[in-house]
């Protein structure tokens, strides 16, 4: 198990110590678990920054995921990437706790690390069974880059899938467990999942599936499409569901996020390299699930922006629907201008809904913090979206609304 500082703390206290020692070590534990993070922001907790690039040994952190523990931690995971910005190379899994809604952060864990090789790509889920918490990661066994998987130059069996749990909110994790036979089939070479948070499903016929969407790349011609992975037994084992090997046509589908709609169906969004004209993302419908695609990914021309990862998510609103939120930079061509764009009619149309900044900004991912408050957490920086991971939420005009 990965465990947090405290525990060898208090197992050290448990000997016999001079009482000067004890002292500092409460002091210590205390620090530990109560201190605010020097970039913590404004004492109103609108936002804070959980993720400054050259913290704690790390050149830079990216691709962000968020998930609240019911009663318990928001927790804000990351790659936190050791010598460069790169995708490749040294890249640890690691996590901040907020036990006050994102206002502080307790100090960096290290979830998963795989010493000078890359774990990234966090997708969090709550278990609706056992409460615990289920992630899961991808990983690249020795040094090879995503272009090189993909052209063959290296096998694409360097490219793992993994799963890990923390039963007690987050505060320690089980050791990665490959699953990557399960869920990698053997014509194809790259594979990513998510990121950002999944789903566990709790209407239609799955209840309590956790459903995680995933992208992959062809070993004959290369495409990149989008498929499902799922589980039925609360994380323990996993099976493919839909793939889009044959329905795309010609979209070039990646990163993917999703959904549960009131009535069962799953809206997924994916970044979508092929039609800069009409977009850079497209969407599907299924009706089972996650196994297979009801309706197949189709251009979604009503958001714009760079193609780059982004994140949706259901939330009550004014109609029996609900409403569907998504976040991505809302700049034509370049990552700027983090943006939430809101739909009432289930992912058919789109509309503005606020932007948090005009600055640079890239991945992002939206957390539900309780019924009428909703976070994000998303890149940016002044002069480069590598620069912080930030927190925020939504302003009270558009939580009242929610």
């Not at 922001?41 to 609240?68: E, K, M």
């Not at 994790?173 to 399960?182: A, C, L």
């Not at 998504?326 to 509309?351: E, F, K, N």
Request: proline share 8%.
């Amino acid at each position: 198990m990965t465990r947090s500082c405290g525990a060898g703390i208090s197992r050290w206290l448990s000997r016999r110590t001079p009482l000067s020692l004890l002292v500092t070590a409460i002091a210590l534990m205390t620090s530990q678990v109560s201190e605010p993070v020097a970039h913590a922001g404004p004492l109103s907790c609108r936002s804070s920054v959980p993720y400054r690039s050259g913290d704690g040994g790390y050149h830079t952190f990216r691709v962000p995921a968020a998930l609240q523990v019911p009663d318990g931690a928001l927790l804000a995971f990351a790659e936190g990437r050791r010598n460069s910005a790169a995708d490749d190379g040294d890249i640890d899994l690691v996590l901040r706790r907020s036990l006050d809604r994102g206002c502080t952060w307790q100090p960096l864990q290290v979830v998963a690390d795989a010493g000078p090789d890359t774990v990234g790509n966090p997708v969090p889920v709550i278990d609706p069974r056992s409460g615990d918490v289920v992630l899961v990661t991808c990983g690249t066994i020795g040094t090879a880059t995503e272009r090189q998987v993909r052209n063959g130059a290296v096998p694409g069996s360097v490219r793992r899938v993994y799963v890990q749990r923390s039963t007690d909110g987050g505060s320690s994790w089980s050791e990665q467990r490959d699953i990557t036979g399960s869920v990698k089939t053997p014509e194809w070479r790259w594979y990513a999942v998510g990121p950002g948070h999944a789903v566990a499903l709790r209407r239609g016929p799955h209840p309590g599936r956790l459903l995680v969407p995933a992208n992959h790349s062809l070993a004959r011609s290369g495409k990149i499409g989008a498929h499902s992975i799922y589980s039925d037994d609360g994380g323990l084992t996993w099976r493919v569901g839909y793939v889009t090997d044959s329905s795309a046509g010609p979209l070039e589908l990646n990163e993917s996020t999703l959904a549960e709609l009131p009535d069962g169906r799953v809206y997924i969004n994916t970044r979508e390299h092929s039609s800069r004209p009409r977009g850079s993302r497209a969407d599907a419908y299924s009706s089972d699930g996650g196994a297979t695609l009801s309706v197949p990914f189709r251009a979604q021309p009503g958001i714009a922006g760079p193609v780059v990862q982004g994140s949706v998510m259901w939330v009550p609103g004014p109609s029996l629907t609900g409403r569907l939120l998504y976040s991505g930079p809302a700049d034509r061509t370049r990552r700027i201008r983090m943006q939430v764009r809101a739909s009432d009619d289930g992912g058919l149309s789109w509309r503005p809904l606020w932007t948090a900044s005009e600055d640079p900004a890239g991945y992002s991912d939206l957390v539900r913090i309780r019924a009428s408050v909703t976070g994000l957490l998303y890149e940016t920086g002044s002069s480069s979206y590598h620069e912080t991971i930030r927190f925020t939420l939504l302003p009270p005009p558009f939580l009242g609304s929610l």
